[in-house]
């Protein structure tokens, strides 16, 4: 069993496909990753029991879903066995297909390291050498172009595999979780009480929602918040309990049926904003944190939303001219200096204009 012909330097070719170098590229910076060697061996070691790309483990997998689908039916066992060979035959022949297919795509051809735990697995562990071939570098290719293939909230999930098992088990056992994070571009730590993982409206990132206390804070300030999963660093999950009453089971279902999951975090207010023909269309086309439209107080010119100042910050700041913040101040006052601020390149006098001689 395994992949028998890795040099002693457990360096192994990988060519991969344009989009998957693009899709691991983006990722790698959006969770913080410098080298791309310890990305990839973090995919294997994270991914390889549950990968396509793992075939016969993935058929193992898909036999015993079949034989604990039919084992309440009726059929006698010579037809329950000529059914689940069928399904298996067809589900292989249609995965052989795709991993053919991600064998074909070739655009980057690079030696990695592979790190001793993953050495070990392909070595002794695996058993997917007779379908690739003995080439260890084809299987990881695969992995590596099934993942690349996925939306980005699942592969969040199998990056973040140790990150998601650990909130789970806190959230599971209701467990106090120590975190550390960036607000603001201030690095705080907090007394977290997990609720659960959830999605944002668009299926686009997983959030951890949840209360929340800074550690100088007592248990009776603590607040609903939210923490992207993408960003979460490992939490530290702690002996005490941390159980949610009804009520603030309540107070957070509430404020997740008003507010996106993203921004839990802060106290959401009345946000008046004046939107041009052109702003009205960005907002009905642009669904990514915008904030929902009060639509029996706003007018055609003028929208109100309730939400917090950052989701409207967030939202609106892209929209340039086409949207005037009127309400609150403090929000008004805030892309009055950002704008402000992003024009100070093109106004120092030094810079030479683009239509000069």
Do not use: W
């Amino acid at each position: 069993m395994g992949f028998h012909y890795i040099n002693d330097q457990q360096k192994i070719r990988i060519s991969m496909s344009r989009r998957a170098s693009i899709v691991m590229s983006d990722d790698m910076r959006a969770f913080s990753v410098t080298k791309q060697a310890g990305f990839i061996n973090t995919i294997i070691r994270n991914f390889h029991d549950s990968a396509k790309a793992s075939l016969s483990l993935y058929l193992l997998k898909k036999r015993y879903e079949a034989e604990r689908l039919f084992a309440g039916s009726q059929l006698d066992e010579r037809s329950k066995r000529i059914a689940i060979e069928h399904m298996l035959r067809n589900e292989r022949e249609k995965t052989v297909l795709e991993l053919q297919d991600y064998l074909k795509e070739k655009h980057v051809s690079k030696l990695y390291h592979i790190n001793n735990a993953n050495y070990e697995y392909l070595c002794y562990d695996c058993k997917e050498e007779a379908f690739y071939h003995e080439k260890a570098g084809a299987y990881i290719k695969c992995l590596l172009e099934e993942y690349a293939a996925l939306p980005f909230i699942k592969r969040e999930r199998i990056f973040k595999k140790e990150v998601y098992e650990m909130v789970e088990y806190a959230c599971r056992m209701n467990r106090l979780m120590q975190v550390r994070t960036y607000v603001y571009k201030e690095r705080l730590t907090f007394f977290v009480y997990p609720y659960k993982i959830i999605p944002d409206p668009l299926c686009t990132q997983e959030y951890l929602a949840c209360f929340t206390r800074t550690a100088e804070e007592a248990s009776s300030q603590k607040r609903d918040a939210s923490f992207s999963m993408a960003r979460l660093e490992k939490p530290v999950v702690l002996k005490q309990q941390a159980f949610l009453s009804k009520d603030d089971i309540a107070k957070i279902e509430e404020d997740l049926e008003k507010l996106s999951v993203a921004y839990l975090l802060g106290e959401p207010e009345e946000i008046r904003v004046r939107l041009t023909d052109r702003g009205k269309k960005s907002y009905q086309t642009r669904l990514y944190s915008r904030p929902d439209k009060d639509e029996t107080r706003s007018t055609d010119e003028v929208y109100v939303f309730y939400c917090s100042e950052h989701q409207a910050y967030n939202y609106f700041f892209a929209f340039g001219p086409e949207a005037e913040v009127l309400s609150p101040p403090s929000l008004r006052d805030r892309m009055i200096k950002n704008y402000q601020s992003a024009l100070q390149p093109y106004r120092q006098e030094d810079q030479p204009s683009f239509f000069s001689s």
